[in-house]
C-alpha cells in the first residue's frame, strides 16, 4: 500500500499572493485528508515563501492523518521540527535560494552530520527519511546514517517519462532493490503527476509514500481537489 500525502505548499503561494487568508490552509489541508489523503505534507523554506514556521506549528495541531515536515536541517527547521513533532521529518539538502528542491543528499561526504540530525529526530520519536537521487551508494549511505526512509528525489523519472518510461524508471528499480535488501523504508516524490505516478507505483517495489504537490494542485484547477486526491489514490491501489 502507498499512502498519499498531499504537499500544501502551492495553497500557502496562492493565500500569500495576496497577504490575507484566502485560501485557509488548514481547512484546505482538512478537506483534503477528507478527500481521502493519508498525509500532508510541507516544506517550509527559510524565506517563508510559501509555509511559514507558524502554518506547520498550527497544520500541527490539526492534521489527523500523517505529517511530514520536509527541509534542510538548519538549527531553525531542526527547533521547529523538535517542536512540532510531526510523524515524519524529511531532510532536503536545499539551498536558500532554491526555486526547488534539486538535488539529494550526498549521504557518504555529510554521513557524520546527517547520522546526528537522525539521532536527534529519532530520540524525539520523529520517523525521519532522507531525500536522495537513485544511486545506490546514496542509499547505502541513508542506511549507515539510522535514517527509517528514504525519499527518491523524482524529478529525472518524470522529465524522461515522457521520452522512455522504460529508460526514466531503470535507476529508481535498482535504488529501490537495493533499499529492500538494506531494510530502508521507500517514499518518493518531486514533479509526480497523474500522467507518471501510476507506472512508478507499478515498478518500485515497496513504494511506502508519495508526496505531491505541484502538479496535484495545477491537476485540481481542472478537474477539482476532491477529484483529483481520489484519482491519486486509484492509482496509488
Ligand atoms: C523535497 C521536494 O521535492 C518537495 O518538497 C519540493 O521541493 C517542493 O518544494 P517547493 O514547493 O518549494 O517547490
Ligand atoms: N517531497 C516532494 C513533495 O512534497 C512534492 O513535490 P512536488 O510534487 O511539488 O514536485
Redesign the pocket.
Known amino acids: 500500500m502507498t499512502k498519499l500525502s498531499v504537499?500544501v505548499?502551492k495553497i500557502a503561494t496562492l493565500r500569500n499572493s495576496r497577504g490575507g487568508n484566502v485560501p485557509n490552509l488548514l481547512t484546505v489541508a482538512q478537506d483534503i485528508e477528507r478527500f481521502g489523503a493519508e498525509g500532508i505534507?510541507v516544506?517550509p523554506r527559510p524565506d517563508e515563501r510559501h509555509i511559514r514556521y507558524q502554518d506547520t506549528r498550527d497544520l500541527a495541531k490539526r492534521v489527523t492523518t500523517e505529517f511530514n515536515v520536509?527541509g534542510n536541517p538548519n538549527p531553525k527547521f531542526i527547533a521547529l521540527v523538535l517542536e512540532t513533532k510531526p510523524t515524519q521529518v524529511?531532510l532536503v539538502p536545499d539551498a536558500v535560494d532554491a526555486i526547488?528542491s534539486n538535488a539529494g543528499w550526498d549521504t557518504v561526504q555529510h554521513a557524520d552530520f546527517l547520522t546526528k540530525v537522525i539521532a536527534t529526530f529519532k530520540s524525539a520519536g520523529i520517523r525521519t527519511s532522507i531525500f536522495v537521487d537513485p544511486v545506490i551508494s546514496m542509499v547505502e549511505g541513508a542506511k549507515a546514517t539510522g535514517a527509517d526512509r528514504i525519499?527518491l528525489y523524482t524529478e529525472s523519472y518524470a522529465k524522461e517519462y515522457t521520452m522512455s518510461k522504460e529508460k526514466a524508471i531503470a535507476p529508481f528499480v535498482s535504488a529501490a532493490h537495493r533499499a529492500n535488501e538494506l531494510g530502508i523504508g521507500i517514499n518518493a516524490?518531486?514533479?509526480?503527476s497523474l500522467e507518471n505516478i501510476q507506472y512508478f507505483k507499478a515498478n518500485i517495489p515497496g513504494l511506502l509514500e508519495v508526496?505531491?504537490?505541484?502538479?496535484?494542485i495545477c491537476e485540481s484547477l481542472y478537474l477539482g481537489l476532491e477529484n483529483v486526491v481520489q484519482m491519486y489514490l486509484n492509482k496509488l491501489k
Open positions: 504537499n505548499n505534507t516544506h520536509e524529511t526547488t525519499e516524490g518531486h514533479d509526480l508526496s505531491i504537490g505541484h502538479a496535484l
